[in-house]
């Protein structure tokens, strides 16, 4: 039986974006799943509730101890983000993990709240610009880029998603993916519109070592090769896994079980 990588690379790799599109899974539901999920294998993987402000009071009312982070999308203000996260924080049964917000002014009043702020930045060189100013002594500040497509982005080019690895790299940010990683691999799915590339989370970690080895990661976001790509990753030391997951930090997923089943297909967990 081959070797299965360590652990490390995948605890708590895949934040619970159930509430988001395009799982859209209603608050209740959300709820209802992790705590299923809770005491069982598939619950290592998984990290905190991503909610947008509008439903955390009703998630506040939920007595089960949940892990949230609030999340402002674009045309949510960053004020009415803290004022959501302030109240997980304030809550005894709760716990605040995070906030994300978009790179807009003010986004730095979310500093005070003491958790990590993932600000999203947009793909190409806009985004590797926004870059430099998240960086410096806040070690609280992660980037984030979203690589699935919505009604106003496409999905991200293997060059803009490879610049955006080795400039978080650079900059010594940790970064966080969003939208569209639904598979352990890079492949092409069918949508209503047509047909879509879709980036892998292996391959983005594979990527993100390269980077931090120097290394171009390029070609390692397009490959779809299974066998290369699994066994590169049963090669890494628990210390290796580690420095890599301390610069890919996440990704989010509005139905964690298919990544989860991924890594069971390909006999990594």
Do not use: Y
Not at 147 to 164: E, H, I, K, M, Y
């Amino acid at each position: 039986m081959p070797s299965l990588p360590t652990r490390a690379l995948f605890t708590q790799l895949i934040d619970d974006a159930a509430v988001f599109p395009p799982g859209n899974f209603p608050l209740d539901e959300a709820i209802e799943r992790r705590a299923g999920r809770r005491g069982t294998p598939a619950s290592d993987f998984v990290g905190p509730l991503l909610l947008p402000p509008s439903l955390v009071d009703a998630a506040l009312a939920d007595p089960g101890g949940l892990v949230i982070t609030v999340v402002g999308r674009a045309g949510t203000s960053i004020s009415e983000v803290i004022a959501a996260a302030t109240k997980v924080a304030d809550s005894a049964a709760h716990a605040l993990a995070g906030v994300e917000v978009p790179a807009t002014d003010g986004w730095q009043d979310a500093i005070g709240l003491s958790v990590p702020i993932a600000v999203e930045v947009p793909a190409g060189s806009g985004g590797l610009n926004v870059l430099a100013d998240l960086a410096g002594p806040r070690e609280e500040v992660v980037a984030k880029l979203r690589t699935g497509a919505t009604a106003n982005n496409a999905v991200p080019s293997t060059r803009d998603l490879a610049a955006f690895i080795s400039g978080c790299v650079q900059h010594g940010l940790q970064f966080k993916l969003t939208g569209g990683l639904h598979h352990a691999i890079s492949t092409t799915v069918t949508t209503d519109s047509g047909t879509e590339d879709q980036f892998g989370f292996l391959n983005v970690l594979l990527a993100t070592d390269a980077a931090l080895g120097q290394g171009d990661p390029e070609a390692l976001l397009d490959s779809r090769d299974s066998d290369s790509i699994t066994s590169a990753l049963a090669g890494f030391s628990e210390a290796r896994a580690v420095t890599t997951r301390n610069t890919f930090s996440s990704f989010g997923c509005c139905n964690v079980l298919d990544p989860i089943d991924d890594l069971t297909t390909l006999g990594l967990i």
